[in-house]
């Protein structure tokens, strides 16, 4: 079962609820049909119904239906005041990103989010955005080329190719091609990384590519793409909004809100990062997060503008 | 109200048949009868970001039909310039809440036929819809009564199937 799936609901708006409502209450007169299954049942009321042709219909009006760019909700700005001194560092820009040859005329789809939404592509795959993503692509040649061009953060859920053909991310930092799966990209942070929670995929920076499967994430670093293995429980966390953890140091803590939030996340060199930190949090504020942490490991949390720091952590509070 | 493009095909796929049905009561031309449903369902589309719409869009689709359908008669009747001619009342009567939902069981029942085996489908739609006894489609279909007894068991077992009905 997908992540993209099951977060569906969670996310689903009032008004996507009504849409759906729209199309279920179709559905509703079932009694009424029930009834009519008998074997005295008459059927005569279908005399001189007929059928239209909803499929043809639909390739005649299918170029008039075009999805316009969505998001109109802001996200609440999570950080406020500032500090200093740095261990950890995560940081927040984005890369421009291209699709080589395309112009304006052939159809290009330009989306930007300045909120979570998922979209659904032609072929199956959806991809759930973070808030700042946006991505482009052909509309008239994404069923045969399945290319995209993409910056920001996503989780993606590619659906298998019924004619083979790969799925091809360009980010400006590397190229992804995807053999069927589920994985994120994040180019936001300062080591633009790939992960990939299901199936196999490909990623390219230049002449360097490497293949990577579940539980693998590649990031790249100082040009180089470095493979890692992933153990935290949090990929994806931004997307439900939920962090959970379970003995986990403090390092690994926030090298998780760092990458949850999106941020620097600065620790002086005064704190022991061994200590084991357990705790879940639900839509919680990294000011609220870092400030439980503080208390619990007698260190003290600042969280400003653009920085966000944490100092004297201490195991033995 | 705010619809995604999936969600706007499944809304076309699920009405489009029977709003084409429902406005064949106004127009016969089967080219004209799927430019109004066309029309209004793209309308729909251009407008979902616009209207809220309070009651159900089934509501919506079924009278927008029935009006652009009244639309054409009464422009067509004007270039006839039979201009006091009087369009029957059927037309104004406003059962589109009781119509459109005949229309969708109708809609259920004829797609789910549609699913039969071909065999199985011509037998049934002969008895149930056309009224044919079995000796009639036995003769007709040259086959024994008893092949057309069994055909008509295994539909029905194939429709309460397909409607989760345990009988």
New interface residues.
């Given amino acids: 079962m997908s992540i993209v799936k099951s977060l569906r609901n969670m996310f689903s708006?009032p008004?996507?609820k009504?849409?759906?409502?729209?199309?279920e209450?179709?559905n509703e007169?079932?009694t009424?049909?029930?009834s009519?299954?008998t074997?005295e049942?008459?059927?005569?009321?279908?005399?001189g119904?007929?059928?239209?042709d909803?499929s043809a219909?639909?390739n005649?009006?299918d170029h008039?239906?075009?999805?316009?760019q969505?998001p109109v909700r802001q996200l609440p700005i999570l950080m406020k005041v500032a500090a200093a001194g740095a261990v950890l560092l995560i940081a927040l820009f984005a890369i421009k990103p291209y699709i080589s040859g395309s112009t304006i005329d052939t159809g290009l789809m330009a989306l930007n989010y300045d909120a979570k939404k998922e979209l659904?592509l032609p072929d199956g795959s959806s991809i759930f955005f973070d808030k700042g993503s946006s991505v482009e692509y052909d509309q008239f040649q994404f069923t045969d080329e399945r290319q995209i061009a993409f910056e920001g953060r996503a989780y993606f859920d590619i659906a298998k190719s019924e004619q083979g053909k790969n799925f091809v991310i360009s980010s400006g930092e590397f190229d992804v091609e995807i053999l069927g799966t589920e994985f994120e990209i994040n180019t936001l942070s300062d080591t633009p990384q790939v992960i990939v929670t299901e199936g196999k995929v490909k990623v390219s920076k230049g002449s360097q590519s490497v293949i990577i499967t579940a539980n693998e994430s590649v990031s790249l670093k100082d040009g180089k793409i470095v493979k890692s293995d992933v153990n935290s429980k949090n990929v994806a966390s931004w997307m439900s909004g939920e962090l959970r953890f379970e003995d986990e140091s403090i390092s690994a803590v926030i090298q998780d809100l760092s990458q949850h939030y999106n941020v620097v996340i600065e620790v002086d060199a005064n704190s022991d990062l061994s200590c084991p930190y357990t705790s879940s949090y639900k839509d919680s504020s990294l000011e609220t997060i870092l400030e439980e942490i503080a208390v619990s490991t007698g260190g003290s949390a600042k969280v400003t503008a653009n920085k966000v720091s944490l100092s004297n952590v201490s195991c033995s509070k | 109200m705010k619809l995604s493009k999936a969600q706007f095909k499944s809304i076309f796929d699920t009405y489009y048949n029977p709003l084409c049905n429902f406005c064949s009561k106004y127009l016969q031309d089967r080219g004209d009868i799927e430019d109004v449903v066309q029309e209004v369902l793209v309308k729909l589309w251009q407008n979902h970001g616009k209207i809220e719409l309070q009651k159900d869009v089934k509501y919506y689709l079924f009278t927008s039909v029935k009006n652009k359908s009244i639309e054409i008669i009464r422009s067509r009747k004007r270039k006839q310039e039979i201009l006091d001619t009087i369009i029957p009342d059927k037309y104004f009567e406003d059962p589109v809440g009781d119509e459109a939902d005949l229309i969708i069981l109708k809609e259920k029942l004829q797609s789910s036929i549609r699913q039969l085996p071909p065999k199985c489908q011509e037998i049934f739609v002969m008895n149930k819809v056309n009224g044919l006894t079995y000796n009639e489609i036995s003769e007709e279909l040259k086959i024994s009564v008893k092949t057309v007894d069994n055909q008509m068991r295994r539909a029905f077992k194939l429709l309460r199937e397909k409607f989760g009905i345990t009988k």
């Fill in positions: 708006s008004e996507e009504k849409a759906t409502m729209w199309i209450e179709y007169n079932s009424a049909l029930t009519m299954l074997e049942a008459d059927f005569s009321i279908l005399k119904y007929q059928d239209f909803a219909a639909w005649k009006i008039l239906i075009e999805e316009d969505t659904n």
